[in-house]
């Protein structure tokens, strides 16, 4: 479900085009939630090994998730066109702009109805953000938040 969510989130936060991040490599920094933590913290070495992917990592320990990722003109591009419609089996989200920060929320029906409200607060350079999204579904809220800076050109 939070991939979905993540996806959404980033399609959407294009229509607000003049809030968007510098183009570059990036660094994003995610906490997991309270059971992911504890969950991940029981698992056996292998196992968080076979999960870490080249752009991926997991800081047990803090409790975090780090994403690299580079937004390239083209990644861009394709953000704005997905930002304008509604995604299946969603309505189309509703986004503000009140300086460096977009406010965002968005309403789904399938596989099970859910709400979620993200807020973006971003640096006037535009070369860091920190997020806090919060999702409910099936009678529970997750809230996740995080922060995430651009490190450089893309490799």
Known sequence: MRAFYALALLSSISAA??????????EI?????????????????????????PNMRFDTK??????STCLSKEQLGKWQHMGQKAQ???????ISNSGNTVTMDMQCY????STMHSVIQFSSARDSYQYEHKIQAE?????LKGNARRTGDCK
């Open 29 to 53: 920094i995610s906490a997991m939630p309270p059971e992911q933590k504890a969950m991940m913290n029981k698992m056996k070495p292998d196992m968080l090994k076979q999960m870490q992917q």
């Open 88 to 94: 299946q089996n969603c309505d189309a989200p509703k």
């Open 110 to 113: 399938k596989p099970q109805a």
């Open 62 to 67: 803090a409790g975090t998730m780090i994403m």
């Open 139 to 143: 009678g529970k809220t997750m809230l």
């Open 17 to 26: 085009a003049e809030l968007m991040p510098q183009l570059g490599q990036w």
